[in-house]
């Protein structure tokens, strides 16, 4: 399947967290994360996402494992296996990989956090970036801690018309939510 990172960054450190959770709640990217790691075009098709432990532990309880879609979390402690239809443990993305063999996945998305992001953002294993870029009036002033490692050199943007095509619907653009302003993107290997 097509393996791609899910992320959504405040330029130009491209910073996406602090303290264990998101710097912002920014509700319609919210929907945006939801719909395009939901839907499948593929019939009897389901996405997985995978994401490191302490993505999951940030996850509120109520929310997790995000719906209709098989939840794959990442510990160098887990042994390999399947805890139920839609949450399995791994303790490697090939590992989990292997794991979700003749479930009929579609997509595949790595949805955090920092540290899972940076050690596949440079691996021929990713396919593409979901980057919804962030724009603040003072960015400076937004606390962070971890950051994408993004080397913007070895990717190149698309245009919204193949985000959309990837989507499979059209997307908004410069959606502002009080000091933040923000666009998905879509880049692909140079
Ligand atoms: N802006 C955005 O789009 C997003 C931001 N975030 C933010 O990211 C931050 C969390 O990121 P971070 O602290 O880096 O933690 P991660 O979510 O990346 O989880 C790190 C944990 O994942 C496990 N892990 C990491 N690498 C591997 C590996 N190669 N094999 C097996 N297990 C591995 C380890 O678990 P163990 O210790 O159990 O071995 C490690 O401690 C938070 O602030 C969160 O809000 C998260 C998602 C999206
Ligand atoms: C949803 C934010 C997001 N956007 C983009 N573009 N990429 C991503 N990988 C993510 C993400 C994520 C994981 C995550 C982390 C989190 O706290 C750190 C909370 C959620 C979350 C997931 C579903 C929710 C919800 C919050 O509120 C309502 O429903 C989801």
Redesign the pocket.
């Known amino acids: 399947p097509t393996i791609s990172i899910?992320?959504?960054?405040l330029k130009p450190k491209y910073g996406?967290?602090?303290?264990?959770?998101?710097p912002w709640r920014l509700r319609k990217e919210i929907q945006y994360f939801k719909n395009v790691t939901s839907k499948t075009t593929k019939s009897n098709g389901i996405n997985a996402v995978i994401?490191?432990?302490?993505?999951?532990e940030?996850i509120p309880k109520k929310f997790r494992p995000l719906p209709d879609r098989i939840n794959i979390v990442?510990?160098?402690?887990?042994n390999n296996e399947t805890i139920d239809d839609s949450v399995i443990h791994?303790?490697?993305?090939e590992n989990g990989l292997k794991l979700i063999k003749g479930k009929n996945v579609d997509k595949v998305f790595i949805?955090?956090?920092?540290?899972?992001?940076n050690?596949v953002i440079g691996s021929e294993l990713v396919d593409n970036l979901l980057i919804?870029e962030i724009e603040h009036t003072d960015p400076e002033t937004v606390p962070m801690?971890?950051f994408l490692k993004f080397p913007e050199d070895k990717w190149v943007k698309q245009p919204k018309s193949e985000l959309e095509k990837f989507i499979g619907e059209p997307v908004d653009e410069n959606i502002t939510e009080g000091d933040y302003a923000y666009n998905y993107t879509l880049w692909t290997r140079k």
Do not use: C, H
Request: aromatic share 10%.
């Open positions: 899910v992320v959504a960054a996406i967290g602090y303290q264990g959770k998101m994401m490191g432990r302490k993505t999951w940030s990442l510990s160098r402690s887990f791994a303790d490697s993305i949805i955090g956090g920092g540290e899972i992001y050690s919804t801690d971890t």
